[in-house]
């Protein structure tokens, strides 16, 4: 990009692979922020540096500097209206890059992308002491980071949170344009299919349902049951072997799909699991980005908190605890479910979580 022609940098201080899910967020949000602003450049670290992307004509480069010192760069040479930083492992220089941002006049939002977020690092990783290490970094910088960016974007995770001042609540969004609408005929009852996609992990509660299936033997009322899930992580494996343990016979395990082999498969599923065990993050909230695809398509969605339509008979909730999940309660709740209202949900919910729609609304509030 020339000089003068950016008018926004969203910035990722992450080294991440294009096929994961937390990319394809991220790039979400960038061309969503560049739609709305006007031009945007998305700059997240590469094994060489760090690479400058233009996420809506996907044209890139790789270039020998760290990631923070080529947004300073760009805020130089060109006249930002926003910086937009994603939630990263805090330290000096991304301090100076905030104060430098905000003595050019440049807005510099802050995004959070589960609030609060401390006890999810600590539960989620497989390293305590790493976790530790981290929490007391960002403990430290948080009042630095909030006294120097003019608004902090978050994705509230607990109802009993208070947001300060300088919060903007929003939900997580989709790139709806890539979700196909299941096509919602008579329902079967033959068989009743329940699926997970994305990256998992403990708090997901998945063990909950294995255990659940194996106290059914896989079957409500003679329909059989089958649980699967899409994607690859270490809590996947976790259930691989929690699957061979109970000897499940209708557990399946796709690996990673791209999008238009979810809009294939996804014809065959009748309910989404999101988050069945909140407790294990400390949140009351399911804010995972499977729960929003799951209404963008249609499909109704399976989750032990509270999600955007909780009140509709389109979200089945279970018990946040550490007991089996009653396999036949999910199913009759789902068999009462009209599939007309299914065909409103995935209409309703494409317009809400755009990530266009998200960020153009943002935008309002903050200029």
């Avoid at 022609?5 to 294009?18: G, P, Q, R």
């Avoid at 089958?226 to 395990?253: A, C, M, Q």
């Avoid at 009351?284 to 989750?303: A, F, M, Q």
């Avoid at 995935?346 to 979580?353: D, G, L, N, V």
Wanted: proline share 3%; net charge positive.
């Amino acid at each position: 990009m020339g000089e003068g022609t950016v008018k926004s940098i969203f910035v990722a201080n992450l080294l991440i692979e294009k096929n994961e899910g937390i990319y394809k967020k991220i790039f979400a949000e960038a061309s969503a922020l560049g739609k709305a602003i006007g031009e945007n450049v998305l700059i997240i670290k590469d094994l060489n540096g760090t690479r400058i992307i233009n996420p809506i004509n996907g044209d890139e480069t790789v270039e020998n500097i760290n990631v923070l010192q080529k947004a300073k760069q760009l805020l130089r040479e060109n006249e930002i209206k926003i910086l937009y930083i994603r939630l990263m492992i805090p330290n000096s220089q991304l301090i100076s890059l905030m104060k430098f941002a905000r003595k050019k006049g440049t807005k510099v939002l802050y995004e959070i992308p589960t609030y609060p977020y401390f006890a999810e690092q600590y539960r989620s990783s497989r390293r305590k002491y790493r976790a530790l290490a981290k929490i007391a970094i960002d403990a430290f910088f948080s009042p630095l980071i909030y006294k120097y960016c003019d608004h902090m974007v978050v994705i509230k995770s607990n109802t009993n949170i208070k947001l300060k001042p300088k919060m903007i609540e929003i939900t997580n969004g989709v790139k709806t344009d890539l979700i196909r609408t299941k096509k919602h005929t008579e329902k079967k009852e033959d068989i009743f299919r329940m699926v997970t996609v994305g990256t998992l992990y403990p708090y997901h509660g998945y063990d909950r349902i294995l255990q659940g299936l194996y106290e059914c033997d896989e079957q409500v009322e003679e329909v059989p049951i089958e649980f699967h899930i899409i994607g690859t992580s270490n809590t996947i494996d976790d259930l691989k072997e929690k699957v061979k343990e109970l000897k499940l016979k209708r557990v399946f395990f796709h690996g990673t799909k791209n999008s238009e082999e979810l809009n294939e498969m996804f014809e065959e599923y009748d309910v989404g699991l999101g988050c069945l065990a909140l407790h294990r993050r400390n949140a009351n909230i399911d804010t995972t980005l499977k729960v929003i695809e799951y209404y963008c398509r249609g499909i109704p969605v399976v989750t032990s908190g509270r999600s955007p339509y909780e009140d509709e008979t389109v979200t089945i909730r279970v018990p946040d605890n550490e007991e089996r999940i009653v396999i036949s309660d999910i199913y009759h709740s789902w068999k009462e479910i009209p599939a007309e209202k299914l065909s409103c949900l995935a209409e309703r919910a494409k317009k809400q979580f755009n990530w266009d729609f998200i960020f153009s609304e943002l935008i309002e509030k903050i200029i």
